[in-house]
């Protein structure tokens, strides 16, 4: 019983983003981080990092614990792919790349699926993956995967939230309520 609560408590994330919803006055200790080609907004814990790049109509947006250098890396944080028009960029309707995507998932040299989940909410398609990642050169990680289909508009949104796995539940406790209260414009 305690791990079909705990698997419920896991997959909130997966099933309550917001959809064109006014930004309300943000939770303690987070101010809302607007994410403009995006059309979105996330919640950035107090010292945390913001930067964007990439190219108009698939940027990349990453919150993260550190300051980021020009390799992209990080220990703890969330990183935000948006790709518009996902068909034209993959070959693919945003939907079918999402699941083939996360198919893969997890499934990598040291990695071990800790958790699985897909839904359709609409127009919204959704697949989860937490998994745990141990490559041999380095500390173990924990990573949290959501790949959000708008099959309306044709926009994946890509979502990583990870951190050492030393650090996982309280990392977690910040990436879980970032995950959870993100905003998306159901019409991008």
């Known amino acids: 019983m305690l791990r079909i609560i705990v698997l419920l408590l ?7 983003q ?31 990092y913001y930067r964007a790049e990439g190219q108009k109509g698939a940027p990349t947006y990453y919150l993260t614990q550190e300051q980021i250098g020009e390799s992209d890396e990080f220990q703890t944080g969330l990183s935000l792919q948006v790709v518009r028009k996902a068909t034209a960029h993959t070959k693919r309707a945003a939907a079918a790349y999402a699941e083939l995507l996360m198919m893969r998932t997890g499934f990598g040299r040291g990695q071990q699926v800790l958790e699985k989940a897909a839904s359709v909410e609409g127009q919204f398609h959704k697949w989860t993956v937490r998994y745990r990642d141990a490559p041999p050169d380095a500390d173990p990680r924990i990573v949290y995967q959501l790949a959000l289909a708008n099959a309306k508009t044709d926009t994946l949104y890509l979502l990583t939230f990870e951190s050492p796995e030393k650090d996982w539940s309280e990392a977690w406790q910040l990436g879980e309520l970032m995950i959870r209260e993100l905003v998306l414009d159901a019409r991008q």
Do not use: E, S
């Open 18 to 48: 917001k959809y064109d919803a006014k930004l309300t006055n943000p939770p303690a200790g987070f101010a809302w981080q607007a994410l403009p080609d995006g059309k979105a907004a996330a919640l950035l814990p107090a010292g945390w």
């Open 10 to 16: 896991l997959a909130l994330p997966a099933i309550a």
